[in-house]
């Protein structure tokens, strides 16, 4: 059940991505952002009233704490997505969105099997194969630093709301989206740019915010049931949907061997949740 969350939250989000990087392309990223948390927390209070579980302060606060890393992930990731290309950005996020619990885990005395440590060879074999594809040029410099940057902030996020609890129910969802959007409004105010996207492209955004908040609960659900590192691999097979998306409605380039390195990813990770 956990991993199965993790999957359907992966097929939510990578959605999700799709609609953002719509509205990314066409505004700024932190504006884009702000307005998608606007929309996921509204829609994470509506889950979590009618959900399992009930607000706890400790639970609560986690997830505020996560939101401080959902914050820079987003902005990071929509950037990401709209300056350089999903087969580069989202292959790397979704690395480091296993590696980063791995580690934790390693570090706090679980040492991953074989199993996984073949599982993670192959997924990194198959990041090299996709971000390959000279006819981005610079863009490919930009977007590794930029879905390394993303996917190490939303593997640290992903480790708070780890320590949440059963009883605390969705709640800490609430947090975590609350706080990004609240941070990035801040942001945004002090630059100087727009707090939140005006006219077409918010319709774009509100699909972007209420997705990303239903696979954020999935995921959340799955960490309060099961291994970390487990769900948090299944979470990462975001990329595929997002670039199935892309290059069937957006005509984004994707090459034969991209697809055959996010097959070779997919291998990765299904050898690394296998254990």
Known sequence: MPIALGLIGSLVIGASDFFARYVARRNHAATTAATGLLFASIAAVV??????????????????????????????????????????????????????????????????????????????????????????????????????SSGLSFGI???????????????????????????LVLYCTIRGLPRFVRGY?????????????????????????????????AASLFPIPTALLAATFDNDSLRWWQIVGIGIVVAGIGLIVRG
């Open 157 to 183: 996020g992903m480790l708070f709301m780890a320590q949440t609890s059963v009883a605390g129910g969705l709640w800490p969802v609430v947090g975590q989206r609350s706080t990004a959007c609240l941070i």
């Open 201 to 233: 492209g918010l319709r774009f955004s509100a699909a972007a915010g209420v997705l990303g908040s239903i696979g954020v609960l999935c995921y959340t659900a799955g960490f309060q049931r099961g291994s970390v590192t487990a769900v948090a691999i």
């Open 47 to 148: 889950v979590a009233s009618f959900g399992p579980g009930r607000l706890l302060g400790s639970d609560f606060l986690l997830g505020c704490v996560s939101g401080l890393a959902s914050a820079c992930a987003l902005a990071l990731l929509y950037r990401g997505l709209a300056v350089s290309s999903v087969a580069v950005v989202s292959p790397i996020v979704a690395v480091m969105l296993g590696a980063v619990p791995m580690f934790w885990e390693l570090v706090t005395g679980t040492a991953p099997g074989a199993g996984v440590l073949v599982g993670v060879v192959v997924a990194l074999v198959g990041l090299a194969v996709t971000t390959f594809n000279p006819a981005l040029g610079d863009r490919i410099k930009i977007g590794v630093i930029l879905g390394f």
